[in-house]
């Protein structure tokens, strides 16, 4: 269903991802782990279509679709939950909901519609009239979700959707990525722990620095813990190099201005 092969990207800072593989087969969970920074939010967006790819290819369900606009990836199939939800505060969960649904991507016999969302999140159902203010992180992360969902994607990119919530949620998220491959998805999902990656997913790709260290079974990583610390070793050394240097610009001086 995805296939990136030899993918590099980044902006105009410099180079993020460099010569990424990574096969995905339809119907199945796939889990991208790294450090902060280690380029998951990049590959999300990068297969998305939103950070233009500098070498590669990309390709969704047998398309090679590298050099498409996001808004074209997003017709042939892929969908995007963002990191941070990205909720109207303003609005209710039906007007997003409606809104999702409309415009071009109102087509008749959708697999996805406000009323089969609604019945796939009962919660939704029973916050419906809620602003996006008004509701938990958990409850705009379904929200989130939903709104993907109508966009009836083929292959759905999940950022960090479990990214400030209480651990019953984080289980809630899970237990929804997990139907979604039997509802004919095809799931990457970007975790900074292997503990929620092996939760959801059947693969899962350690990303160090923009490469791939290692990939691993869930099974693997559920059997031998220590293999996922041990291939994200790298970036724990890097990350402390990162935040030495970032301690030693907050010094007393500037903090007093
Ligand atoms: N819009 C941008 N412009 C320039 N550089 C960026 C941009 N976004 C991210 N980067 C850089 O790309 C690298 C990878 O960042 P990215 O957000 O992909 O990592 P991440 O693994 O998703 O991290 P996090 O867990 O913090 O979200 C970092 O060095 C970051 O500073």
Excluded: C
């Amino acid at each position: 269903m995805l296939n990136l092969s030899s993918l590099t990207s980044g902006y105009d800072g410099g180079t993020v991802l460099h010569g990424l593989d990574l096969e995905i087969p339809d119907g199945s969970v796939h889990a991208v782990v790294g450090h902060n920074g280690a380029g998951k939010t990049t590959l999300i967006h990068t297969v998305a279509g939103l950070v233009p790819t500098s070498s590669g290819r990309v390709s969704v369900a047998g398309s090679d679709v590298t050099r498409l606009p996001a808004h074209r990836r997003a017709r042939a199939g892929v969908g995007l939950v963002p990191q941070g939800r990205r909720v109207f505060p303003g609005l209710t969960v039906q007007e997003h909901l409606t809104l999702a649904a409309g415009g071009r991507r109102r087509r008749a016999g959708a697999q996805w519609t406000p009323d089969s969302v609604k019945e796939l999140l009962p919660r939704l159902a029973e916050r419906a009239g809620h602003r996006g203010r008004q509701l938990s992180g958990g409850e705009q992360q379904m929200l989130a979700i939903a709104r993907a969902l109508l966009g009836q994607p083929r292959l759905l990119l999940l950022d960090e959707p479990t990214e400030g919530l209480a651990p019953l949620i984080v289980q809630d998220i899970a237990d929804l990525i997990k139907t979604l491959p039997e509802r004919g998805l095809t799931i990457l999902v970007a975790a900074p722990r292997p503990a929620f990656a092996v939760e959801v997913a059947e693969r899962v790709t350690i990303l160090v620095a923009g490469r791939v260290a290692e990939e691993f079974s869930a099974k693997e990583l559920r059997d031998q813990p220590e293999l996922a610390a041990e291939a994200m070793g790298h970036a724990t050394a890097e990350g402390e190099l990162v935040a030495s240097a970032v301690s030693s610009n907050n010094s007393p001086a500037l903090d007093a201005g």
